[in-house]
């Protein structure tokens, strides 16, 4: 049973465009929410993480929308840049779990 | 980056060898972790550790070893590789367990089992 799903499995945006990637999670015990951006070759590096307390976080371009009620997170890049391009994990943990991370998204930010 | 090496970068293995994949960290950070990287299945953990010689399985655990015998050092084995272990495998320190101490990933090692 997948726990975090990701959606879409692939974005194409053009630069200065909003990307919009979404995450669902199932475990209502999670309260930790982070997203991990990983450029090829690299390993994923943590960019932006919410807890539930709050219902959005913001970090220069990049923003955490969290809906506790639906269980749903998104992460937006406003004014998408190709260097914006990369695959994205969203992740999902508890006090007494260990991270689960979804399937991932590969984001294209045409020039 | 963190003061993350895995060692080697890149591998290819014939189908019941032993592999060992190796990862050091300068970062004297007290967790380490395993994970491999399939397409349509994301980051999966295999094992991690919470100490030397303190070790547990994650999600995706058969068929994989680990031993940590120093701080620095985290070591994995495939006890006898299968085409089905053909992955990027990536290691990953935390300085603490809890959820405010974030995952340094290392730059991964791409195994083929042929």
């Known amino acids: 049973q997948q726990q975090v799903k990701q959606s879409p499995q692939s974005l194409i945006v053009q630069k200065g465009g909003i990307s919009i990637i979404n995450c669902a999670y199932e475990?209502?015990?999670?309260?930790?929410f982070p997203w991990y951006q990983q450029f090829p070759g690299k390993g994923p590096a943590l960019l932006i993480a919410?807890?539930?307390?709050?219902s959005e976080k913001k970090e220069g371009r990049f923003t955490i929308s969290f809906n506790k009620s639906a269980k749903q997170f998104s992460l937006h890049i406003m004014d998408s840049q190709p260097g914006d391009s990369a695959t994205y994990f969203c992740?999902?943990?508890?006090?007494?779990?260990?991270?689960?991370f979804g399937k991932g998204i590969t984001l294209s930010v045409r020039p | 980056d963190a003061g993350i090496t895995q060692s080697p970068r890149h591998k290819v293995t014939e189908t019941g060898t032993p592999v060992t994949l190796r990862c050091h960290q300068t970062?004297?950070?007290?967790?380490m972790y395993w994970y491999r990287q399939d397409p349509g299945h994301g980051l999966r953990l295999i094992h991690y550790?919470?100490?030397?010689?303190?070790?547990d399985k994650g999600e995706v655990s058969d068929g994989y070893s680990v031993s940590r015998s120093k701080t620095e050092d985290f070591l994995l084995t495939l006890e006898s590789a299968t085409s089905s272990q053909t992955s990027v495998y990536f290691c990953?320190?935390?300085?603490?367990?809890?959820?405010?101490?974030?995952?340094?990933f290392g730059n991964g090692t791409r195994l083929t089992v042929t």
């Open positions: 990953a320190i935390s300085e603490f367990t809890d959820i405010n101490s974030p995952l340094h």
């Open positions: 919410i807890r539930p307390d709050v």
């Open positions: 475990n209502t015990a999670f309260d930790y």
């Open positions: 550790s919470y100490g030397v010689k303190d070790t």
């Open positions: 992740a999902a943990a508890g006090a007494n779990s260990k991270l689960t």
């Open positions: 970062e004297n950070h007290r967790y």
